[in-house]
T-cell receptor, first 113, second 115 residues
């Protein structure tokens, strides 16, 4: 059963703590993406990776970090430097490149208090 | 400025009725246009992807149209079902200089189908 998994579904953290969101795909896709979704706003790209061991900043990378050590995995760390971390985070993957159809995971809702 | 605008912002229809959602864009250069369906609290699911040369594309009860001259797209839902209740998002892909590509996301139309 192919697809993208994100865990956990809900995550609660205290302000000042770093937190890592998991994203795994078994679609054999080269490219992976992290988006943030806030009420009343379109999806905003945080980071993307087109190949293992390489990634680029998106539109709102400040306060976030990623790694791409394996093709299947693209974890996102929300650091304490992120001013407004509470949001719905979506991971996606595509065959290669941003023009191709993106497949999304179920999302992780992060709440920081 | 590259923008994607969707209308209406929200829509309520009765089960079994048809509806049409609109998407206007000012993105240039244009690569393709996509419609996604997003259920509340879930990730978006692709409905269609249309390139410059495609005018109409169907996916079951969903039919998307594209007019590249006027930079408008529509998503028509036929014989709506309760499960169609979701947000429908229009996304335009732009081919920028240096082989860079960018997705410009609309805010979505929230559709509620009532029994």
């Amino acid at each position: 059963d192919g697809g993208i998994t994100q865990s956990p579904k809900y995550l609660f953290r205290k302000e000042g703590q770093n937190v890592t969101l998991s994203c795994e795909q078994n679609l054999n896709h080269d490219a992976m993406y992290w988006y943030r979704q806030d009420p009343g706003q379109g999806l905003r790209l945080i980071y993307y990776s087109q190949i293992v061991n390489d990634f680029q900043k998106g539109d709102i990378a400040e306060g976030y970090s990623v790694s791409r050590e394996k093709k299947e995995s693209f974890p996102l760390t929300v650091t304490s430097a992120q001013k407004n971390p509470t949001a719905f985070y979506l991971c996606a993957s595509s065959l290669t490149g941003i023009s191709y159809e993106q497949y999304f995971g179920p999302g992780t809702r992060l709440t920081v208090t | 400025k590259n923008q994607v605008e969707q209308s209406p912002q929200s829509l309520i229809i009765l089960e079994g009725k048809n509806c049409t959602l609109q998407c206007n864009y000012t993105v240039s250069p244009f690569s393709n246009l996509r419609w996604y369906k997003q259920d509340t609290g879930r990730g978006p699911v692709s409905l269609t992807i249309m390139t410059f040369s495609e005018n109409t594309k169907s996916n079951g009860r969903y039919t998307a149209t594209l007019d590249a001259d006027t930079k408008q797209s529509s998503l028509h839902i036929t014989a709506s079902q309760l499960s169609d209740s979701a947000s429908y998002i229009c996304v335009v892909s732009s081919d920028l200089a240096g082989n860079n590509r960018k997705l410009i996301w609309g805010l979505g139309t929230s559709l509620a189908v009532n029994p």
